[in-house]
């Protein structure tokens, strides 16, 4: 039952119903892949981009998806510097035949922190040689401003390290990030479960891009499935307009009418 | 002619080839796969016609798993 019609999401020139993204990596197999994306209703899928190992045969990784149902977002993950970033999207546009790039300029390998100085000029050189490009950066209000600013698509801040699953660990930066952007703020990164999903949207952010929180779980296809409904939970309590908070109670039943009450 | 493919020098019997050439000796399908040379991508449809030479440098990648 689907009782409330959402806007679409809109990013650049393309429009989803689904506001969960996910990813291909980390999954016990094919065929689980293949279901947990079936079950998270996803409409965009993250892919890398490496270089083959020569000599090797046998499928790629394009047959387990249905490009007729779903959009491919490449991603520049592993890179280090903006010149890497902008090589690799360019052989992303011209192997998947897409203008999407996942901007990923990664500044520390413990952490995944994207270097935002090189996420900053490769996010320029990528718009103005036409790509439509959505920047994984930190929680930074003013880093997500310059890369709107710059001409990205959307800003996708960190919730917590890539592959962590610690949710969303600085609400309040998150939902500054929100209030200022004119783009789509989709929360890539930290997700770990539902309840993570459904706080991260309930912030207002417009979606979530998750692949450890589903692919490592114990079971992904109900975990994408889980995903799915939390995004959509979340979604639509913040369009609601939740209740404000009180600190003491007020109560549901009426105070009138109770039996034993004395007579006036 | 000695080249450099994703980072690992080789050495082809022939003296000049095209790209599709490059990729036949090497056993590697065109599909599935996009090529940069000496930095500049080589759209699919020029595979054909892209002239390898001595020392050049050929990146070839595809998609794999990711987040």
Known sequence: ?264 | MKLEINGEKRELPATEATLDEVLATLGIEAHGVAIACNDRVVRRGEFAQQRIAEGDRIEIVRAVAGG
């Open chain 1, 1 to 264: 039952m689907q009782s409330y019609e959402d806007t679409p999401l809109r990013i650049g020139a393309y429009e989803f119903r689904s506001r969960l993204i996910v990813g291909t990596g980390k999954y016990p197999s094919m065929d689980a892949m293949q279901a947990a994306h079936e079950a998270s209703g996803a409409e965009m899928v993250t892919v890398a981009i490496r270089r083959i190992d020569l000599g090797e045969k046998g499928g790629s990784l394009l047959d387990y998806i249905d490009r007729s149902k779903m959009t491919i977002l490449p991603n520049t993950a592993g890179c280090f510097n903006a010149r890497e970033a902008v090589a690799t999207a360019q052989l992303a546009r011209e192997l998947l035949e897409t203008d999407l790039i996942k901007l990923e300029v990664i500044g520390d390998t413990q952490t995944l922190h994207p270097d935002t100085r090189e996420t900053l000029i490769a996010a320029e050189q990528l718009v103005a040689d036409g790509f439509t490009v959505l920047p994984y950066i930190g929680d930074d209000p003013v880093a997500c401003a310059q890369l709107e600013a710059l001409g990205c698509a959307a800003v996708m801040p960190l919730a917590a390290p890539i592959g962590s699953g610690l949710g969303i660990c600085n609400p309040y930066t998150i939902r500054i990030i929100k209030e200022r952007a004119g783009v789509p703020v989709i929360v890539d990164a930290g997700v770990g479960t539902a309840s993570d999903a459904a706080v991260a949207m309930e912030l207002g952010v417009d979606a979530l891009l998750m692949n450890t929180g589903i692919a490592a779980a114990q079971n992904p296809v109900a975990m994408a499935e889980a995903m799915a409904l939390a995004t959509r939970a979340g979604r639509l309590a913040f369009l609601s307009g939740r209740m404000e908070k009180r600190l003491y109670a007020n109560a549901s039943s009426p105070m009138q009418g109770l039996i034993g009450a004395p007579t006036a």
